[in-house]
């Protein structure tokens, strides 16, 4: 307890360092700003001060040449080239007091002082090993329609759940707070997943396309942007830092946003054959840590970001796992055949088991929200439930 607790005070120092590093930044290219907003300014008055400087050296040296001279005539001539002067100088002075008045104001942004006070602390402080109990379970309808299989869910970052679903037609549903459909946009048989990439966009796996599918949300509508297409199946996709990482059932693959491969992360047994060593994949918030799902060896793999296994589960309650997700604090969840499992956020081991699953059902998805600390799990089965939250504690 007392190592964890320095390390966490350690942590919000290191913060601390970071964020005040930041607002020197900050306050520098605010200061740089000031300065580009300055220079005109004080290039103008310098001109008009050189401006008046010349006047006066001119004028001296009139009023000199009209004292050392003392034929009238000439006197004369002077004496008008002074008062021409004098006239331009009232003017151009004139012109300087009513156009050159400068006062420099600073504007704060708006949103520094309200994004500031709107923070209470630098974050949440949590047990890392907590094991959770299902406190209740409460299953939903989609729009009442039977034999609807729900293959993949995701959550967008206004709370609103994202579903890819199988009833008539392959669908994407955009479902609203209370789970009731918004939005439907059709898709290609088959598709296995789904998840948010940002910039209000998805992705989703296309079996039967071999590729992925990315999704706009707008104004409660789903719009296909791009399509990808690959030379291997699609099982599964999962996003972290601009980075799709994508299932075949036999490998790991990692691509970027655009669709261009950066590597395969992982592969076990022959990459082009289905043999589903590599179903469902996940990773961590900071991506050091990959949890793929072997469903033939009834085992889940902890990879790091090269793709090297850093641990791997065995267990007599890992039975053909087949849905995994990871919370933003870290904690893993994984369905099975028979029960909905915690597991060790190092991938190190079983934790607990949350619920057991009805003989007649086979869960197809999960997703953990973190603002109602609850499991989404979407499955297929004889009941006109497609979706179950469990709530946890």
Not at 247 to 261: D, H
Request: proline residues 2%; glycine residues 4%.
């Amino acid at each position: 307890m007392e190592t964890s607790w320095n390390k966490v005070l350690m942590d919000i120092k290191v913060l601390r360092v970071k964020i005040n590093g930041r607002l020197d930044t900050i306050e520098k290219r605010t200061i740089t700003e000031m300065i580009k907003v300055m220079a005109p300014l004080v290039e103008s008055l310098t001109k008009d001060v050189d401006k008046c400087n010349d006047m006066r050296d001119r004028l001296k040296r009139l009023i000199d040449e009209i004292k050392s001279n003392n034929s009238e005539s000439l006197a004369y001539v002077g004496f008008t080239k002074c008062k021409s002067l004098t006239t331009e100088a009232n003017s151009v002075c004139k012109e300087m007091i009513t156009t050159k008045d400068y006062e420099l104001v600073f504007q704060p942004g708006s949103k520094v002082e309200t994004t500031v006070s709107s923070i209470d602390t630098f974050g949440e402080i949590f047990d890392a090993n907590h094991v959770f109990t299902v406190h209740s379970i409460m299953s939903k309808t989609i729009d009442n329609f039977r034999n609807f299989r729900t293959t993949g869910a995701c959550e967008m970052p206004n709370g609103t759940h994202v579903l890819c679903s199988i009833n008539i037609y392959c669908e994407i549903v955009l479902l609203a707070e209370n789970f009731k459909a918004v939005a439907r946009l059709q898709v290609p048989e088959y598709h296995e997943a789904i998840c948010y990439i940002g910039e209000n966009e998805l992705a989703v796996a296309i079996t039967s396309e071999m590729g992925l599918r990315l999704i706009k949300v707008t104004e409660g509508k789903l719009e296909q942007t791009k399509k990808f297409r690959f030379n291997h199946y699609c099982r599964s996709v999962a996003h972290h830092d601009n980075q799709l990482y994508v299932t075949s059932e036999a490998a790991l693959f990692q691509y970027t946003k655009t669709g261009q491969l950066v590597k395969q992360l992982f592969k076990t047994g022959n990459a082009d054959i289905r043999d589903k060593n590599v179903i469902k994949c996940a990773l961590n918030n900071d991506g050091s840590k990959i949890f793929i799902l072997n469903k033939m060896a009834n085992k889940i793999l902890t990879l790091d970001r090269d793709g090297n296994v850093l641990s791997d589960i065995k267990d007599s309650e890992i039975s053909e796992p087949c849905a995994i997700c990871v919370s933003s604090f870290g904690y893993v969840f994984v369905a099975c055949t028979n029960y909905v499992l915690q597991i060790e956020r190092n991938g190190r081991k079983k934790l607990t088991r949350l619920v057991k699953i009805s003989p007649d059902c086979m869960v197809t998805s999960l997703h953990h929200v973190n603002n109602t600390n609850s499991l989404i799990m979407g499955k297929n089965g004889h009941s006109k439930e497609q979706i179950d939250v469990l709530k946890l504690k």
